[in-house]
C-alpha cells in the first residue's frame, strides 16, 4: 500500500535531474508514489527516471532586461503556476521537493500558496537563482555544500549533502592506491562540456614539461570537446603517452576509481563524487560560472583536505607540471588527500535527503529534523 505522493520538481538539465532521480529511487523504495513536474527539456531523461507520472509545466528562464520580453516571461511563469495548481489539486503531494532551475518555482511557489510542506534542495555552496526567490517561503532547504548558520535561510538549511549515482556508490568501494615508483600513475582529466577547452590545451603542455622517469610513468584519461579530442590525443602520442581522449565517458566514476589524481572543474555533482569515492584533486573551478558557484564548491573540499583550488588564470603549462610532479613524487601526500576527500563525502545523501523529504511531509520543522539527527 502506498504511503502516498511526494511531487519532485527539477529543471530539465542532468543537473538538477540526478539529484531528483536518486531520490525517487529512494522513496519508491519506502513506498512512495513519485511524481516529476519539469520542462520539456526532460523528456530525454524521462526513461530513466522512476516516475509514476510526469507533469510538463510552463516556465520561462528571467534573462532579459527587455520590458517586452520580461512581461512574456512572467505570463510564463504565471501561466505554470495555474497548471502546477491544476496538477497539485488532482495529485494532492504530502510533500513538494525542488531541485533548481527555473522550471521549479511554479509548482514550489503553486505548492507554497496552497499550503503544502516545501523542500528545496541546493547543490551548490552558492544558492541558485530559483531557490533564492524560493528560499522565504519553503518550509526547509537541503544542502550539498550550503552553511547552516544564522541568517534566515541557513536556520532553515539541514546539510544532506548532494545524491549520488549508483554507479558512484560501487566506484566508492574500490581503495585508493600509489603506485611504486616503476608503475603506471593515472591521470584523470575532465571539465564539462564548457570548461573541458582550457584543459585540452594546458594538460599536454604541462605533460610534455614533466621530468621524463614521471611523464613514461603516465597514462590519461581525458575529457575533451569532440572538435578538439583528435590533437589532444595526437599530443600525448607525439610525448609517448597512453591516453584515452573522448568527449564523454559513459563510465566516469569507474574513471574516477582508477585515478591516483583528477583534475577538473568543480562542479556540485563533480565535487560530491570525487568526495565519496575518495581520490585527491586539483580544482580548478570554471571562472565564468554564474555566482562563482563553482569556486565556493572547491573550497569546501579544499577545506577538509581533500583538493588543491588554483584559479585558471594563475595556472599555465609549467605551473601544472609543477603541481602534478610535485603529487606524483610526494606518494604519502596524496593518501592523505585521498584520505581527507573521502572523510568529507556523503555517500548516504540520497537516503538523508529522503528522511527529511518524509519529515516535512509528516509536519516537522527542520529545526525538529535536526534534533532528531543529532539525538
Same mark, same amino acid.
Given at each position: 500500500?502506498?504511503?502516498?505522493?511526494?511531487?519532485?520538481?527539477?529543471?530539465?538539465?542532468?543537473?538538477?535531474?540526478?539529484?531528483?532521480?536518486?531520490?525517487?529511487?529512494?522513496?519508491?523504495?519506502?513506498?512512495? @508514489?513519485?511524481?516529476?513536474?519539469?520542462?520539456?527539456?526532460?523528456?530525454?531523461?524521462?526513461?530513466?527516471?522512476?516516475?509514476?507520472?510526469?507533469?510538463?509545466?510552463?516556465?520561462?528562464?528571467?534573462?532579459?532586461?527587455?520590458?517586452?520580453?520580461?512581461?512574456?516571461?512572467?505570463?510564463?511563469?504565471?501561466?505554470?503556476?495555474?497548471?502546477?495548481?491544476?496538477?497539485?489539486?488532482?495529485?494532492?503531494?504530502?510533500?513538494?521537493?525542488?531541485?533548481?532551475?527555473?522550471?521549479?518555482?511554479?509548482?514550489?511557489?503553486?505548492?507554497?500558496?496552497?499550503?503544502?510542506?516545501?523542500?528545496? +534542495?541546493?547543490?551548490?555552496?552558492?544558492?541558485?537563482?530559483?531557490?533564492?526567490?524560493?528560499?522565504?517561503?519553503?518550509?526547509?532547504?537541503?544542502?550539498?555544500?550550503?552553511?547552516?548558520?544564522?541568517?534566515?535561510?541557513?536556520?532553515?538549511?539541514?546539510?544532506?549533502?548532494?545524491?549520488?549515482?549508483?554507479?558512484?556508490?560501487?566506484?566508492?568501494?574500490?581503495?585508493?592506491?600509489?603506485?611504486?615508483?616503476?608503475?603506471?600513475? +593515472?591521470?584523470?582529466?575532465?571539465?564539462?562540456?564548457?570548461?573541458? @577547452?582550457?584543459?585540452?590545451?594546458?594538460?599536454?603542455?604541462?605533460?610534455?614539461?614533466?621530468?621524463?622517469?614521471?611523464?613514461?610513468?603516465?597514462?590519461?584519461?581525458?575529457?575533451?570537446?569532440?572538435?578538439?579530442?583528435?590533437?589532444?590525443? @595526437?599530443?600525448?602520442?607525439?610525448?609517448?603517452?597512453?591516453?584515452?581522449?573522448?568527449?564523454?565517458?559513459?563510465?566516469?566514476?569507474?574513471?574516477?576509481?582508477?585515478?591516483?589524481?583528477?583534475?577538473?572543474?568543480?562542479?556540485?555533482?563533480?565535487?560530491?563524487?570525487?568526495?565519496?569515492?575518495?581520490?585527491?584533486?586539483?580544482?580548478?573551478?570554471?571562472?565564468?560560472?554564474?555566482?562563482?558557484?563553482?569556486?565556493?564548491?572547491?573550497?569546501?573540499?579544499?577545506?577538509?583536505?581533500?583538493?588543491?583550488?588554483?584559479? @585558471?588564470?594563475?595556472?599555465?603549462?609549467?605551473?601544472?607540471?609543477?603541481?602534478?610532479?610535485?603529487?606524483?613524487?610526494?606518494?604519502?601526500?596524496?593518501?592523505?588527500?585521498?584520505?581527507?576527500?573521502?572523510?568529507?563525502?556523503?555517500?548516504?545523501?540520497?537516503?538523508?535527503?529522503?528522511?527529511?523529504?518524509?519529515?516535512?511531509?509528516?509536519?516537522?520543522?527542520?529545526?525538529?529534523?535536526?534534533?532528531?539527527?543529532?539525538?
Amino acid at each position: 500500500m502506498s504511503k502516498g505522493t511526494i511531487l519532485l520538481a527539477a529543471g530539465g538539465t542532468g543537473g538538477h535531474l540526478f539529484p531528483a532521480e536518486a531520490l525517487a529511487h529512494e522513496l519508491k523504495a519506502r513506498g512512495w @508514489q513519485v511524481h516529476l513536474a519539469t520542462d520539456d527539456r526532460a523528456q530525454r531523461f524521462a526513461g530513466q527516471f522512476p516516475a509514476d507520472a510526469i507533469h510538463p509545466i510552463p516556465s520561462a528562464t528571467i534573462g532579459s532586461k527587455n520590458p517586452l520580453a520580461l512581461a512574456k516571461t512572467f505570463f510564463k511563469l504565471w501561466r505554470g503556476v495555474r497548471v502546477a495548481s491544476g496538477v497539485i489539486a488532482r495529485v494532492k503531494p504530502a510533500a513538494v521537493v525542488g531541485f533548481g532551475g527555473y522550471p521549479t518555482l511554479p509548482p514550489l511557489y503553486a505548492a507554497t500558496r496552497r499550503g503544502r510542506p516545501t523542500l528545496i +534542495h541546493e547543490q551548490n555552496a552558492v544558492m541558485g537563482r530559483a531557490n533564492r526567490a524560493l528560499a522565504a517561503r519553503v518550509t526547509a532547504i537541503a544542502g550539498g555544500f550550503l552553511p547552516e548558520d544564522a541568517s534566515a535561510s541557513g536556520r532553515k538549511t539541514i546539510t544532506t549533502g548532494n545524491p549520488v549515482r549508483p554507479a558512484v556508490i560501487e566506484a566508492a568501494k574500490v581503495p585508493y592506491t600509489v603506485p611504486g615508483e616503476q608503475e603506471p600513475f +593515472h591521470l584523470l582529466v575532465f571539465g564539462g562540456s564548457q570548461g573541458a @577547452q582550457f584543459f585540452s590545451d594546458a594538460i599536454p603542455a604541462a605533460v610534455a614539461l614533466l621530468p621524463e622517469p614521471l611523464r613514461t610513468r603516465l597514462v590519461v584519461t581525458q575529457q575533451a570537446r569532440k572538435d578538439d579530442a583528435e590533437r589532444v590525443a @595526437q599530443a600525448y602520442a607525439e610525448l609517448g603517452v597512453p591516453a584515452d581522449i573522448a568527449p564523454f565517458f559513459t563510465d566516469m566514476a569507474e574513471c574516477m576509481a582508477r585515478a591516483q589524481l583528477v583534475i577538473s572543474r568543480s562542479g556540485a555533482s563533480t565535487v560530491s563524487e570525487v568526495a565519496v569515492i575518495g581520490r585527491p584533486a586539483l580544482l580548478v573551478p570554471y571562472p565564468y560560472a554564474l555566482d562563482h558557484d563553482q569556486a565556493a564548491n572547491a573550497a569546501a573540499l579544499a577545506a577538509a583536505g581533500g583538493a588543491e583550488v588554483h584559479p @585558471q588564470s594563475s595556472l599555465d603549462a609549467g605551473r601544472l607540471a609543477e603541481l602534478i610532479g610535485g603529487l606524483m613524487s610526494e606518494p604519502e601526500r596524496l593518501k592523505a588527500m585521498a584520505a581527507a576527500a573521502r572523510s568529507a563525502g556523503r555517500p548516504n545523501a540520497a537516503t538523508l535527503l529522503a528522511d527529511l523529504t518524509e519529515a516535512i511531509a509528516s509536519g516537522k520543522s527542520p529545526d525538529d529534523f535536526r534534533k532528531e539527527i543529532q539525538a
